[in-house]
């Protein structure tokens, strides 16, 4: 195994760990998150609340255990874009939106190469 599958799993895991709670805590408060959701004024707070939610849980899911990497990090890498302008941009929080922005570059880059071998990706061929 050579050190690339290690450091790749060791970046999905990285990634994983902020989506996975994220979304299970939406999940798990739906209400409060649909108040947050309604102040920056997203439309049907609670849907939007259990897509975000499950969009998060699942797609690090997926990320963690290498399943669908490249449409999971495509489609978690727009998600985050997204978060970035809604919850961070007016008011501008430069230290957030920018975390977001490199959040997004880490899953783009995972999109183009890959989950690598550690991965169930690598054992399905």
Known sequence: MSNNGILVLIGRILLSILFIPAGYGKLTAISGTAG???????PL???TVV???LVELLGGLAILVGFQTRYAAIL????TLGAA???HFNP?????FFKNL???GGFFILAAHGAGALSIDA???
Do not use: H, N, W
């Not at 947050?36 to 997203?42: D, H, N, Q």
């Not at 501008?92 to 957030?96: A, G």
């Open 45 to 47: 707070p609670e849907v």
């Open 102 to 104: 490199a959040i997004t």
């Open 92 to 96: 501008f929080e430069d230290t957030q």
């Open 36 to 42: 947050y959701f309604a102040s920056k004024g997203l």
């Open 85 to 87: 302008y809604v919850g």
């Open 51 to 53: 897509i975000v939610g």
């Open 123 to 125: 054992k399905r061929g």
């Open 76 to 79: 978690l890498g727009l998600f």
